[in-house]
């Protein structure tokens, strides 16, 4: 049985001319109707570039892209431009960030949404426009009949975004990519976006995949976790597990830059170190190796030579990571824990 959505291998190369930038190497996940996938890490590690495949927006540039992109079976990756087309907004819909950008300045909110239900379904302007009234309310946007005729920078940020949500569900799609939604909003507003997208999930049944690099929005929405380290998986599983037993020390260091996940009053803000590597020459070996403050448990020069194998975690189950440390378990309760989190790590035997 696979899965609604099931990525398979994906690869994302853009040939430069300073040479490859592997910004999607090799990453397989699988999401299923109803549920959320979270998919976190720093920028620049392709978590836009491997979401944006699912769209096909790298069709018709010098991407290199190749694997399955499974959606109710059929693979994304072998339909000709017209079929994408088809797909494109209406069993896939993306939201992105800065809506702004997404919406054209020139033309109505209204007419905008209404024309993503127009290329999709047989039916007259007036119905479209009435359709288009009915999401705005639906997303909770006050006085609809009359917001429906503004333009896109009569509106505040996060009513912008609650119109590019309208216009990414009109036509109900399965799968509903968010790229980083919220990043732009504030915290009181963000809370509200989160809350209406899980609220039109819960109604719509769709698949959804949330993008950002704030494991605060991941353990509020997402089933499962997909952590992204340099174009690949290094952590991934439900997010339960990978919240409370990470394995991963860059998974460590993303917990540890997000204070009040542990409900623990004298957790520590604790940055990690460095900077993410380039995609053009990622380190060899572990791409994390040079930032990691655990290579010294890894014998011989493992770290820094091999790349490990994305492999069942300690904790069992759908859990997987990837990291040569032997017992990484026994790490995070011993010496991560309790430095970034003391009071968790008393409580916890
Ligand atoms: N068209 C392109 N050509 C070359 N490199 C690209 C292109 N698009 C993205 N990249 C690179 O791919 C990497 C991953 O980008 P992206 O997926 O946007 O990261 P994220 O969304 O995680 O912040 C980055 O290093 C970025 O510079
Ligand atoms: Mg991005």
């Not at 991941?218 to 380290?229: G, I, K, N, R, T």
Request: charged content about 20%.
């Amino acid at each position: 049985m696979t899965s609604y959505l099931s990525v398979r291998d994906l690869v994302v190369h853009f040939p430069t001319i300073d040479g490859i930038v592997k910004a999607t190497d090799g990453l397989s996940y699988e999401v299923e109707r109803g549920k959320t996938l979270g998919i976190v890490g720093e920028s620049g590690s392709g978590k836009s570039v491997s979401s944006s495949a699912i769209l096909g927006l790298h069709r018709g540039t010098n991407a290199k892209v190749s694997g399955e992109i499974l959606l109710d079976g059929d693979d994304l990756l072998q339909l000709n431009d017209e079929q994408m087309r088809q797909h494109r907004g209406s069993d896939v819909a993306m939201i992105f960030q800065d809506p702004l950008s997404a919406m054209h300045p020139y033309y109505t909110v209204g007419n905008q949404i209404a024309e993503a239900y127009l290329v999709h379904n047989r039916v007259g302007k007036k119905a479209a426009r009435a359709r288009a009234i009915e999401m705005l309310d639906r997303v909770g946007i006050p006085q609809p009949d009359r917001r429906v005729d503004d333009y896109p920078h009569q509106f505040s940020g996060g009513m912008r975004q609650r119109a590019m949500i309208a216009m990414g569900l009109i036509n109900n799609p399965g799968l509903l990519i968010a790229d980083e939604p919220t990043t732009a909003l504030d915290v009181t507003v963000q809370a509200q976006i989160l809350d209406l997208l899980q609220d039109l999930q819960r109604e719509f049944n769709s698949a959804i995949i949330i993008i950002t690099h704030d494991l605060g929005v991941v353990a509020e929405m997402a089933d499962d976790v997909l952590v992204m380290y340099a174009g690949r998986a290094v952590e991934y599983g439900p997010c339960k597990e990978i919240l409370t037993h990470p394995e991963m020390p860059y998974t460590w260091g993303l917990l540890s830059s997000v204070p009040d996940l542990s409900a623990d009053t004298n957790a520590k803000l604790i940055p990690i170190r460095g900077n993410p590597p380039s995609l053009l020459s990622p380190p060899p070996g572990c791409a994390f190796n040079p930032r990691c403050d655990h290579r010294d448990k890894v014998p011989g020069d493992l770290c820094t030579t091999q790349v490990p194998d994305l492999t069942t975690a300690r904790s069992g189950g759908n859990h997987v990571k990837r990291c040569h440390l032997a017992n990484p378990d026994e790490v995070y309760a011993t010496e991560v824990l309790p430095e970034i989190a003391p009071d968790l790590a008393k409580e916890t035997p």
